[in-house]
């Protein structure tokens, strides 16, 4: 076997084991610290698995709006306080089920939304009626400028080459315009449970391609010439399942209350995470 590439941030070929499952190894990058998914699926494999990565059934699919219904209000809040008098038009990437579109064009936002799995792409164009395109973002040849507001809710750790679609977000965003991202950040998690996390798999290994820290996330963001980067907790899941929902609440509820009481200094690992981020570089350049 071919040894990893180096890391996509820092260019490093060291590396440290954090988790295996079978073959799939997550290594850690000795010097900047992110981690990333060793060997890779191919480009078709990962397209493959993705045409049935998320649910069709009506119960399911009722479940993960209820999971996701914290974190759509809060994110909805966060881009019209944040980019709402800049613009009104809204790209969705990974849109699922189309969800929080649904939710922006109720506020008012022109909305558009990518999902390649057709599960969640047929259910956002038939039952909610919205914009869904089918192809990834780097096959639809968008004009630049196009967009006030681009959101990915947990997409950035299953992309191949999240620099190279950073950077075409950012071609797409007008000057003045909003990235949000919506990620999990699950190695402090993996290396507190030790053995156990093994059963439980909270990578979804093959899926999650990378996973980010605060670090880490603002160093590719700033890679790709965005800056005002702000990480916050940004609410949590509703898991359908009681546990679930329980950990989620606490450790979520936690995570916000500890982020709002030390003015936004303290981070819980483990917890997931939204950031936000302008394009300073061509804001500062704009007419």
């Known amino acids: 076997m071919k040894p990893p590439d180096p890391c996509i941030l820092c260019g490093s070929k060291t590396f440290r ?3 295996q499952k079978n073959e799939w190894r997550y290594l850690r990058c000795r010097n900047c610290g992110l981690v990333h998914l060793f060997p890779r699926p191919s480009q078709e494999d990962l397209k493959e698995n993705y045409n049935h990565y998320l649910p069709a059934s009506p119960r399911e699919i009722e479940d993960w709006a209820e999971m996701m219904k914290p974190i759509i209000s809060k994110s909805a809040d966060l881009v019209d306080a944040r980019a709402g008098s800049h613009g009104k038009r809204l790209l969705d990437i990974g849109c699922g089920y189309g969800f929080f579109l649904s939710e922006m064009k109720a506020r008012g936002w022109e909305v558009e ?6 599960p969640g792409r047929e ?21 630049e400028d ?16 999240p620099r190279d679609i950073l950077t075409e977000v950012r071609r797409i965003l007008r000057p003045d315009g909003l990235l949000l991202l919506r990620w999990p950040h699950t190695t ?11 059963r439980l798999d909270l990578y979804h290994t093959p899926y999650h391609l990378f996973d980010f ?6 160093t590719l963001l700033k ?3 965005f800056g005002e980067i702000e990480t916050r907790i940004g609410s949590y899941t509703r898991p359908p399942d009681r546990l679930g929902r329980w950990c989620s609440a606490f450790f979520g509820g936690f995570g916000e209350a500890l982020w709002g009481l030390t003015r936004g200094r303290v981070l819980l690992p483990g917890v997931s995470k939204t950031t936000l981020a302008e394009d300073d570089h061509r804001k500062s350049h704009r007419i």
């Open 17 to 19: 084991l954090i988790f």
């Open 113 to 118: 939304g990518i999902e390649i799995s057709p």
């Open 123 to 143: 259910y956002a164009r038939s039952t909610l009626g919205l914009n869904i395109h089918s192809k990834p973002l780097e096959g639809l040849g968008l004009p």
């Open 146 to 161: 196009t967009f006030d507001v681009i959101t990915l809710f947990y997409v950035i750790e299953h992309l191949m080459n």
């Open 188 to 198: 402090p998690i993996v290396r507190l449970l030790g053995p156990l996390a093994k």
């Open 213 to 218: 820290s605060p670090v880490t996330i603002k």
């Open 223 to 225: 890679l790709t010439g």
